[in-house]
């Protein structure tokens, strides 16, 4: 009998795994009807997500209406609520019911100003993702374990007649008793996985932070301090081409020192964040999807002693955090 330490976790999972598995049922119901969104209307679609395909989806309501959403750089997805919470486009899955608003274009589309969904829902859309990669994969080794029985058997019966032919019927047995151990064994590894990576989704790790330091007084980037955003920028770049930055998050926070009044250090490292924030924004087209909300807190959290100058020069600054999202960052182990 297999120990199993996560029992509370894989009970979790399976109960996430049940309401996607229900949600699926709903969503391929053979009632639907795809609609046109007027050129320029304005409208508001709600339903479950039955296709996604690069920046399309289509959204499926109760009655069978299927309608094509598109997604663009200017499209806001959050959560429902009052203290609702940003979420990257990657985050639109087959599954999730969402809510969405925006205006038709030329080919009968809801061009998204917006997409809200509740994060329950947000649960159960990843647990019927990681249910269909686990079918498929166990799809397939069933597939190929019973090719191999099938062509053991006709050597076996050509070659040795009824003997072998029992003989092969006896190892068809056993292979097959082998491949459901393996398939059971490759379900709680993704069982496991699924829990690690859903518990994983509010939790951030620094990958990078890059210092930003500015003169006395001032907001204004002096070349050295350009150099230093722009090495950056193409250090994220070749991450990004390497396939590191799944679930990248970028966090841009001001400092001062402690010269001059506290309100006037609050601005000046406001000014500063948004300062370096304009810069990579549009020197470097950053996504500001990928933005945290940026934040100034002045003269505190200072990084070095106030009281000697070299030390005030350090605190004098910006720090670009590079952040990457757990849960999303698991999705290729």
Known sequence: MRNLKTLPGLVAVACLLFLAAAAAYAQNSDNSRPVQVPQGAKQKVQGVISMRNGDE????????????VLLTGRTDVTS??????????????????????????SEGRLVADWVRFDEQDLRSAQALEQTDKMAADNAKRLEAAEAEARRAADEAR????????????ANDA????????ATADAAFKDAALANNRING????????????LFKLNSAVLDPTAKKTIDEAAAWAKE???KGNANGWLVQVVGFAD????????RKLSEARANA?????????GMDLRRLVQPFGYGENNPVADNKTAKGRAQNRRVEIKVLQNKGIAMKGN
């Open 276 to 284: 370096v924030i304009q810069y990579l924004v549009l020197r470097h």
């Open 201 to 212: 989704l509010d939790e951030y790790e620094t990958v990078k932070m890059i210092p930003v």
């Open 258 to 265: 402690t010269t001059g009044k506290s309100t006037k250090n």
């Open 174 to 181: 056993r292979a097959k008793a082998e491949a459901a151990q």
């Open 57 to 68: 989806f289509k959204v499926r309501a109760i009655d069978g209406a299927e309608t094509t």
């Open 239 to 241: 991450e990004k081409k």
């Open 80 to 105: 429902h609520g009052l203290r609702k919470k940003d979420y990257p486009v990657t985050y639109i899955m087959r599954g999730l019911r969402v809510q969405a608003q925006g205006k038709g274009d």
């Open 158 to 169: 050509m070659m040795q007649g009824k003997i072998a032919e029992n003989t092969a019927l």
